[in-house]
């Protein structure tokens, strides 16, 4: 079955500094995998998304991800992060009979003044 | 409007009662399915829709839980004898057209809480 793992609950950085966030997939076939955003009391906004082709994918907000298919991970970052970015981030991989996401647990993602 | 809307957005019900939440869709949309988001966790896949069929719905967590779209469009989770586990943002999700590679796009979910 698949799977997803991000291996931090929560991360903080200062305003500014470098984000990485962590995901780690296990899947049988080649993954179509997606990181969406979460702010209270919204719901989720898709980010970016890797199907296939060039590795290092480019999303909204200034946000990228690499997939690495040796390592099964799907790191997202960003070289500098903003307060508003403070949020719940959510790994996904498609998986099983009907297209429905697979979604890891979610890190969230304070930011210091 | 042009995304997922989704009522009510929050839900209060006692434990015991019936209650039906609604998702419409993207218009146009001929996938749609429904998450189960618990307070901390990822969203968990409840069931699926393509059209007016409900194609998997191995995600129900019981026969309590109960959903449909009959004009392939909007649709309705109604959770029957609500318990106090059923406390959980629900979120609908739609997408266009079909194929693994169609983004989902969600709605900002329903609140339910279960005293």
């Known amino acids: 079955a698949q799977s997803v793992t991000q291996p931090d609950i929560h991360i903080t950085v200062s305003e500014g500094a470098s984000l990485e966030l962590r995901c780690n997939y296990s899947?049988?076939?080649?993954?179509?995998l997606f990181w969406y955003v979460q702010s209270p009391g919204q719901g989720l906004q898709l980010l970016l998304k890797?199907?296939?082709?060039?590795?290092l994918v480019q999303g909204i907000k200034g946000f990228e991800a690499e997939f690495k298919r040796s390592q099964s991970s799907f790191n997202l970052r960003k070289p500098s992060v903003h307060w508003s970015d403070a949020a719940e981030y959510f790994c996904?991989?498609?998986?099983?009979?009907?297209?429905?996401?697979?979604f890891g647990p979610g890190t969230r993602l304070s930011v210091l003044p | 409007g042009a995304g997922v809307s989704q009522s009510p957005r929050y839900k209060v019900a006692k434990r015991g009662q019936d209650v039906a939440l609604r998702c419409d869709p993207i218009?146009?949309?001929?996938?749609l399915f429904w998450y189960q988001q618990a307070l901390g966790q990822g969203p968990e896949f409840l069931t699926y829709?393509?059209?007016?069929?409900?194609?998997?719905k191995s995600g129900l967590p019981s026969d309590r839980f109960f959903a449909e779209r009959p004009e392939g469009s909007v649709s309705t989770l109604k959770i029957q004898r609500t318990q106090q586990e059923d406390s959980a943002v629900y979120l609908c999700?739609?997408?266009?057209?079909?194929?693994?590679?169609?983004?989902?796009?969600f709605g900002p979910g329903t609140r339910l809480l279960v005293l």
């Open positions: 999700a739609s997408s266009s057209p079909l194929g693994y590679q169609e983004t989902q796009y």
């Open positions: 218009s146009g949309h001929v996938s």
């Open positions: 890797y199907f296939s082709g060039d590795t």
């Open positions: 899947y049988g076939a080649t993954p179509y």
């Open positions: 996904a991989v498609i998986g099983g009979y009907g297209q429905n996401f697979v």
């Open positions: 829709f393509q059209n007016e069929a409900q194609l998997d």
